[in-house]
Protein backbone atom coordinates (compact mmCIF):
# COMPACT_ATOMS: atom_id res chain seq x y z
CA UNK A 1 0.00 0.00 0.00
CA UNK A 2 1.04 3.25 -0.49
CA UNK A 3 -0.49 6.51 0.87
CA UNK A 4 -0.53 9.24 -1.95
CA UNK A 5 -2.25 12.08 -0.14
CA UNK A 6 -4.83 12.91 3.04
CA UNK A 7 -6.60 15.54 4.14
CA UNK A 8 -9.59 17.30 4.82
CA UNK A 9 -11.91 19.52 2.70
CA UNK A 10 -12.45 22.38 5.29
CA UNK A 11 -15.51 24.54 3.87
CA UNK A 12 -16.09 28.34 5.66
CA UNK A 13 -19.14 27.82 8.36
CA UNK A 14 -20.15 31.54 7.87
CA UNK A 15 -21.21 30.05 4.09
CA UNK A 16 -24.36 28.98 3.92
CA UNK A 17 -25.34 25.18 3.42
CA UNK A 18 -25.52 25.58 -0.26
CA UNK A 19 -22.15 27.22 -0.62
CA UNK A 20 -20.41 24.58 1.29
CA UNK A 21 -22.18 21.92 -0.07
CA UNK A 22 -21.12 23.21 -3.65
CA UNK A 23 -17.45 23.87 -2.47
CA UNK A 24 -17.14 20.31 -1.43
CA UNK A 25 -18.46 18.78 -4.81
CA UNK A 26 -15.97 21.42 -6.26
CA UNK A 27 -12.81 20.43 -4.22
CA UNK A 28 -13.93 16.68 -4.58
CA UNK A 29 -14.09 16.77 -8.43
CA UNK A 30 -10.10 18.44 -8.22
CA UNK A 31 -9.12 15.62 -5.99
CA UNK A 32 -10.72 12.99 -9.04
CA UNK A 33 -8.95 14.70 -11.69
CA UNK A 34 -5.26 14.77 -9.56
CA UNK A 35 -6.00 11.51 -9.15
CA UNK A 36 -8.06 9.52 -10.78
CA UNK A 37 -9.28 6.92 -7.77
CA UNK A 38 -11.14 3.96 -9.20
CA UNK A 39 -12.70 2.47 -5.96
CA UNK A 40 -14.22 4.50 -3.09
CA UNK A 41 -14.75 3.79 1.04
CA UNK A 42 -17.05 5.73 2.93
CA UNK A 43 -17.89 5.43 6.71
CA UNK A 44 -21.33 4.32 7.06
CA UNK A 45 -23.55 6.61 8.94
CA UNK A 46 -25.33 5.14 12.44
CA UNK A 47 -27.64 7.32 14.55
CA UNK A 48 -26.87 10.05 16.09
CA UNK A 49 -28.17 11.52 18.83
CA UNK A 50 -27.46 15.15 17.57
CA UNK A 51 -29.91 15.38 14.81
CA UNK A 52 -28.79 18.34 13.42
CA UNK A 53 -25.18 17.35 13.14
CA UNK A 54 -26.22 14.03 11.42
CA UNK A 55 -28.77 15.62 8.93
CA UNK A 56 -25.74 17.85 7.64
CA UNK A 57 -23.63 14.76 7.98
CA UNK A 58 -26.29 12.99 5.85
CA UNK A 59 -26.46 16.22 3.02
CA UNK A 60 -22.56 16.12 3.03
CA UNK A 61 -22.71 12.37 2.46
CA UNK A 62 -25.06 12.68 -0.28
CA UNK A 63 -23.20 14.96 -2.18
CA UNK A 64 -19.88 12.70 -1.95
CA UNK A 65 -21.79 10.25 -3.24
CA UNK A 66 -23.31 12.13 -5.80
CA UNK A 67 -20.10 13.63 -7.13
CA UNK A 68 -18.46 10.26 -7.13
CA UNK A 69 -20.53 8.89 -9.07
CA UNK A 70 -20.53 11.55 -11.39
CA UNK A 71 -16.74 11.65 -11.65
CA UNK A 72 -16.90 7.60 -12.45
CA UNK A 73 -16.60 6.05 -9.17
CA UNK A 74 -19.77 3.37 -9.23
CA UNK A 75 -17.94 0.70 -6.97
CA UNK A 76 -17.84 1.85 -3.00
CA UNK A 77 -17.19 0.00 0.55
CA UNK A 78 -19.30 1.44 3.28
CA UNK A 79 -17.92 0.59 6.70
CA UNK A 80 -18.99 1.35 10.46
CA UNK A 81 -16.57 2.65 12.36
CA UNK A 82 -16.54 -0.36 15.11
CA UNK A 83 -16.53 -2.31 11.58
CA UNK A 84 -13.09 -0.58 10.87
CA UNK A 85 -11.91 -0.95 14.19
CA UNK A 86 -12.20 -4.68 14.09
CA UNK A 87 -10.77 -5.15 11.15
CA UNK A 88 -7.59 -2.85 11.77
CA UNK A 89 -7.39 -4.07 15.83
CA UNK A 90 -9.27 -7.03 16.01
CA UNK A 91 -11.47 -5.18 18.81
CA UNK A 92 -14.12 -2.15 17.90
CA UNK A 93 -13.16 -0.62 20.77
CA UNK A 94 -9.72 1.66 19.47
CA UNK A 95 -9.68 4.71 20.36
CA UNK A 96 -8.56 7.90 18.01
CA UNK A 97 -5.25 8.19 19.60
CA UNK A 98 -4.65 4.02 18.20
CA UNK A 99 -6.00 4.64 14.97
CA UNK A 100 -3.37 7.71 14.41
CA UNK A 101 -0.52 4.88 15.67
CA UNK A 102 -2.45 2.77 13.30
CA UNK A 103 -1.94 4.66 10.58
CA UNK A 104 1.29 6.04 11.41
CA UNK A 105 2.52 2.22 11.56
CA UNK A 106 1.20 1.57 7.90
CA UNK A 107 2.76 4.60 6.35
CA UNK A 108 5.83 5.09 8.31
CA UNK A 109 7.36 7.41 5.29
CA UNK A 110 4.34 9.43 5.44
CA UNK A 111 4.69 13.34 7.61
CA UNK A 112 2.40 12.70 10.62
CA UNK A 113 -1.02 12.71 10.03
CA UNK A 114 -2.51 15.44 12.53
CA UNK A 115 -6.01 15.40 11.40
CA UNK A 116 -8.21 12.69 13.50
CA UNK A 117 -10.52 13.00 10.53
CA UNK A 118 -7.78 12.33 8.21
CA UNK A 119 -6.43 9.40 9.98
CA UNK A 120 -9.96 8.18 10.01
CA UNK A 121 -10.38 8.25 6.30
CA UNK A 122 -7.39 6.49 6.19
CA UNK A 123 -8.09 3.98 8.59
CA UNK A 124 -11.40 3.47 6.25
CA UNK A 125 -9.72 3.09 3.20
CA UNK A 126 -7.07 0.30 4.48
CA UNK A 127 -10.44 -1.60 6.00
CA UNK A 128 -11.60 -1.58 3.11
CA UNK A 129 -8.73 -2.86 0.86
CA UNK A 130 -8.23 -5.38 3.50
CA UNK A 131 -12.01 -6.33 3.03
CA UNK A 132 -12.10 -6.02 -0.74
CA UNK A 133 -8.83 -8.49 -0.90
CA UNK A 134 -10.14 -11.30 1.70
CA UNK A 135 -13.58 -11.69 -0.68
Given at each position: ?VL?D?G?IL???????????FQ???D????????C??F?AI?RL???K???T?????E????I????W?????SY??L?P?????????????????I??????L??????IR??DAA???A??VA?????L?T
Open positions: MLCCTDPKQSTPERLLRNLLTVCERYPSLEFFSNVKALAVSARGVLATLEAGLHTETTAVKQILFGSGRADKRQMAMVAAFPNVPPSDDAVIASLRTSQ
